[in-house]
């Protein structure tokens, strides 16, 4: 299978055996995975690594359709077929296609985990979302306009939710997943079933509509990067593995 592989001097694309699953894990045919600003810099010490941590695609023994984000600490599914803990998989939003699918599980869970856990967002509370039309920024604005919030572009936010890094704006409470920052809570998103499930809901009553800003095939894994770190993107951008 073709497996896309970031090493000491660079990415390419090798071709290797599928992963045999583990206890606890079940083999998935990729049809999709999504890419994230800056994860190619996560996994510097455990070189070579696969990238993308969240995809959609079709479980191969139950022909299950699933999309998940997948834990940090080991390779990614920027692959054919990837060995994925049964655990985080969600049903895949049937409304969605593949593509779609995989542009959710990290920005939407990252949105939802900011929001609703760190910042503890009520109902009619003015909240700021730095980087709005990026990967996770898209998603937390339409997150936070379902949950009843007031989305402000400046002034007292109670709610900040910032996915740029440098300097923050004001508010009441300030989260943040860019980086460590005084007066903020930085956090590092989980992989959670029960909020995917949800996830899949609000997308399949196009509550949540997931923005692809581009797509491209697994072999255009470097080109897909350099679009990622570029500036200006509007949502995610997507390797699609299984074309279509
Ligand atoms: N801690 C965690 O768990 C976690 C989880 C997911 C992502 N992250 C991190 O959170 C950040 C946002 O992720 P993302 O996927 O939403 O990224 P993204 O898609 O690149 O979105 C970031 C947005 O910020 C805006 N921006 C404003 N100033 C910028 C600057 N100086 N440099 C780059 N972008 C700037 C960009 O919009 P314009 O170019 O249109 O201004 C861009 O759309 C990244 O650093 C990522 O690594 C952390």
């Keep these: 299978m073709r497996v896309v592989c970031l090493y000491s001097d660079g990415l390419r694309v090798a071709d290797v055996e599928p992963p045999v699953p583990r206890d606890g894990e079940v083999l998935v045919r990729v049809h999709a995975a999504a890419l994230t600003h800056d994860e190619l810099k996560w996994p510097a010490d455990r070189l070579p690594a696969v990238p993308s941590y969240e995809l959609s695609g079709v479980v191969v023994e139950t022909g299950e359709e699933v999309f998940a984000l997948t834990p940090f600490d080991r390779d990614g599914v920027a692959a054919d077929y990837a060995a994925v803990p049964s655990a985080v998989l969600a049903p895949k939003p049937a409304s969605l296609t593949h593509v779609e699918a995989a542009a959710l599980p990290m920005g939407g869970l990252s949105a939802w985990q900011a929001l609703f856990v760190h910042g503890r967002l009520q109902r009619g509370e003015r909240v700021l979302v730095t980087g709005p039309s990026g990967g996770v920024g898209h998603l937390a604005v339409q997150l936070a306009r379902y949950a009843g919030a007031e989305l402000v572009e400046d002034g007292a936010a109670d709610l900040v939710f910032d996915t740029v890094g440098g300097e923050l704006p004001v508010g009441e409470r300030v989260v943040t997943i860019a980086a460590e920052a005084p007066g903020a809570v930085y956090f590092v998103v989980e992989p959670d079933r029960e909020q995917l499930v949800e996830l899949a809901r609000l997308a399949d009553a196009d509550e ?21 770190a570029a500036r200006g993107k509007r949502g995610k951008v997507v390797l699609d593995v299984a074309g279509g």
């Excluded at 949540?208 to 990622?228: K, N």
Aim: proline residues 10%; glycine residues 0%.
């Design 208 to 228: 949540l509509v997931p923005a692809i800003d581009s797509t491209f095939p697994l072999e255009q894994a470097r080109e897909a990067f350099d679009r990622v």
